[in-house]
Every structure is written in C-alpha cells, then in structure tokens.
Nanobody, 125 residues
Framework: QVQVVESGGGLVQAGGSLRLSCAAS????????MGWFRQAPGKEREFVAA????????NYADSVKGRFTISRDNDKNTVYLQMNSLKPEDTAVYYC??????????????????WGQGTQVTVSS
C-alpha cells in the first residue's frame, strides 16, 4: 500500500505560478505511476497529468498542456506539478494518485489505486 500527501496549494493571481508536491510513503515509490487530478465545485473529478514510474513518459490534459509540468524524484519519493500561467478556471482541489501499473500514464481516475486528501488551489482574476 502507498500513502500520498499533497501540499503546495494556495491562493494565487491569474498568470501566477504554484508548485504542488505529493509525498509518498509505504511501498516502493518507483514501482508506481503517478497522476494529478482536480475537482472544481459542482464538477466531476478530471485528469490533469500523469507520469510513469521512470519519469520518461508523461501525459497531460489538453487544458493544461504547455502550462503545467509533471515530474518526479524517486530518491525523494515525491511527484511535482509545476503550474504556470494559472487561470481562474484552474481553481479546484488537486489530488495526487498512485497507479500500481507503473508503466502507464493513465487518464482514468478509476484505474488509480491510492489517493491523497487533496490540496486547494484558488486562482483569482
């Protein structure tokens, strides 16, 4: 089992940047692919980005491509989401998730095995 804890959320003005972190503990972190999802009030949870076990393969939602970057440091058991050029529509609770099929970069929340509690990101206009 893997436990994941997100941090780094907050309030930022449109056009600004934030970096989210997701610290994992438990089983071998490098065995897992990792993903970021988000959920805005009244909306379904949506895929943001994913990275495979090695970090060499990534996948992004069209809405964040070119603005967000996912990365991981297997030595630190941490995955990051660098968010630049933030927009008010990026406002949501951001969740980190672990997929035991480490080779993939899944876009589907149901295929992830472990989830964090989320961190709030608010972008003001």
């Amino acid at each position: 089992q893997v436990q994941v804890v997100e941090s780094g959320g907050g309030l930022v003005q449109a056009g600004g940047s934030l970096r989210l972190s997701c610290a994992a503990s438990g089983r071998t972190f490098s065995d897992y692919a990792m993903g970021w999802f988000r959920q805005a009030p009244g909306k379904e949870r949506e895929f943001v980005a994913a990275i495979n076990w090695s970090g060499y393969s990534t996948n992004y939602a069209d809405s964040v491509k070119g603005r967000f970057t996912i990365s991981r440091d297997n030595d630190k058991n941490t995955v990051y989401l660098q968010m630049n050029s933030l927009k008010p529509e990026d406002t949501a609770v951001y969740y980190c998730a672990a997929d035991k099929r480490g080779y993939g970069t899944n876009r589907y929340a149901d295929e992830y095995d472990y989830w964090g509690q989320g961190t709030q990101v608010t972008v003001s206009s």
